[in-house]
């Protein structure tokens, strides 16, 4: 009998709990719509502020991504940069929440919210509680493992959410400002970077000079701006897990590297550097 009452008081305990939470939630989400009415943004600062925001190099390396789709290949901003034009924009919430866990998997939502236009965006989606890394699937129990799958596979999601609130010349002119930040702000050689850019390939992702080259049609000698920033493109989707590096390389094993290949030329100019000191 005592076990039943424990029971029985136990689950009017966690219902308590679960009523107390959604109503803390209920009564934040109305504030912050007052707030969002009391206070609404001015657009054209706004704009101003995530233009000036897109200025900085260490943004633009990270707005861009690219995605191959059949024979196309599509472009578009990160979720760095979705995350900080929203935060630029303001009165938006948004974010990924995790409804519950059950059978080995996580129900998880990513959401944006204009809180000022009532304009919501979200998608719900399954991640089972696993990785798979090298060759091998590895079930996962440590809560933070958990964890940081869910917002990694939620990560896509969000940046959908978030561009699905935020007018779209808003979002193609921080893109623009990306791209002219990233053109204009070198102060390191071309050549250089992409020895740079090649040597964390091959090191994170066993990428090689010769699977870039076919990649992007010629030689490294050949590498123009562009093409840089394509390759920083590429890297920004594979850390953030748009895709796999098979999606854009056709897997080559490597040769020894010509003499004439900017990785030589490199290692000359260090030599030729260490002579005249």
């Known amino acids: 009998m005592n076990s039943l009452t424990n029971q029985f ?5 966690m219902s308590l709990n679960s009523q107390a939470a959604q109503s803390r939630e209920m009564a934040e989400v109305q504030s ?17 502020k995530i233009l000036n925001a897109c200025k900085r190099k260490s943004l633009a390396e990270t707005a861009l991504y690219q995605y191959p789709r ?16 929203a935060q630029y924009w303001g009165n938006i919430n948004f974010g990924i929440k995790e409804l519950e866990q059950k059978n080995g998997e996580s129900t998880v939502v990513a959401y944006a919210w204009d809180m000022e236009t009532n ?11 696993e990785r798979y890394a090298k060759g091998k699937m590895t079930k996962l129990t440590d809560p933070r493992d958990i964890y ?19 007018p779209g010349d808003i979002i193609d002119n921080a893109v623009a400002q990306c791209n002219q930040t990233l053109q204009s702000s070198y102060e390191e050689p071309l050549k250089d970077r992409v020895v740079s850019v090649l040597r964390y390939f091959q090191k994170e992702y066993g990428i090689n000079q010769e699977m870039v080259e076919a990649k992007l049609g010629h030689s490294m000698e050949s590498f123009t701006e562009q093409d840089y920033i394509t390759l920083k493109s590429i890297n920004q989707s594979l850390k953030d ?16 590297a010509p003499k004439t290949s900017l ?8 030599k030729d550097v260490a002579n005249q000191g």
């Open 241 to 256: 897990g748009m895709a796999k590096r098979e999606d854009f390389f056709k897997i080559i094993q490597s040769k020894e």
């Open 9 to 13: 008081q136990g689950g009017q305990d």
């Open 32 to 48: 912050q719509i007052f707030l969002a009415k009391q206070f609404p943004r001015n657009e054209y600062q706004a704009e101003i």
């Open 119 to 129: 304009t919501r965006q979200e998608k719900v989606f399954q991640v089972k509680h």
């Open 148 to 166: 940081e799958l869910a917002a990694n596979n939620g990560a896509r999601r969000l940046r959908a959410c978030i561009l699905g609130v935020i």
């Open 70 to 85: 059949g024979s196309m290949t599509v472009t578009g901003p990160s979720i760095r940069l979705a995350e900080t034009i």
């Open 263 to 270: 990785e030589a030329q490199f290692k000359e100019g260090e």
